[in-house]
């Protein structure tokens, strides 16, 4: 019979391979979300020596459906994309519930992935800190490069500036193992010195 937590995990990938979205990655092309939720769980494995089924599960789920409520179809600027930010955070709280339910999880053992999933009490709940120290991770690790290929420098600084501060000291320790490009190493320089 399989687990909750296998159960879970299939429907997660289920959902996120729905991603129109596509990404290459070593040559193999992948559904965007599906790919960033591997990740993430990837990283949450490595930095969570034991890492509780709650915060496994919130780590296959943090973006779940997230092509779903494009950037786009709120206002630009800063208080556009912290109503889109809010709205997201909800939307992905409120689909991995009903995946959980599915999967035969209580509501107590929901409440525990949401409340990872909403960043309640960042920098205070190691759980909380271990996915931001991995979204931080995967967003160095597999999107920073396409980020400077958008964006000017000074808003790439600020963006590494607000992920290290919410990152913790092991996070940012590994952050600085990575392997950067040329470019993305002197932005680093910039951003951290």
Request: hydrophobic share 40%; proline share 3%; net charge negative.
């Amino acid at each position: 019979m399989m687990s909750k937590l296998t159960d879970a995990f299939r429907l997660f990938d289920d959902y996120n391979t729905q991603d129109p979205h596509t990404l290459v990655w070593e040559g193999t092309e992948f559904p965007t979300e599906y790919f960033y939720a591997q990740q993430l769980y990837n990283w949450v494995t490595k930095l969570a020596d034991s890492a509780s089924e709650a915060l496994l599960l919130a780590s296959r789920c943090q973006h779940i459906g997230r092509w779903k409520i494009p950037r786009d179809q709120y206002p630009p600027g800063k208080a556009g994309y912290l109503r889109w930010r809010t709205d997201l955070a909800k939307f992905h709280a409120s689909e991995a519930e009903q995946l959980l339910k599915s999967a035969g999880y209580n509501d107590a053992e929901i409440a525990g992935v949401q409340r990872i999933l909403l960043k309640q009490n960042l920098k205070m709940d190691e759980e909380v800190q271990a996915i931001e120290d991995a979204l931080c991770l995967v967003f160095l690790e597999f999107q920073f490069e396409d980020f400077i290929q958008k964006h000017d420098d000074d808003k790439l600084i600020r963006i590494i500036q607000k992920s290290w501060r919410k990152m913790s000291e092991k996070g940012r320790t590994v952050a600085l193992t990575l392997d950067y490009s040329p470019k993305a190493k002197l932005l680093l320089d910039k951003a951290l010195n």
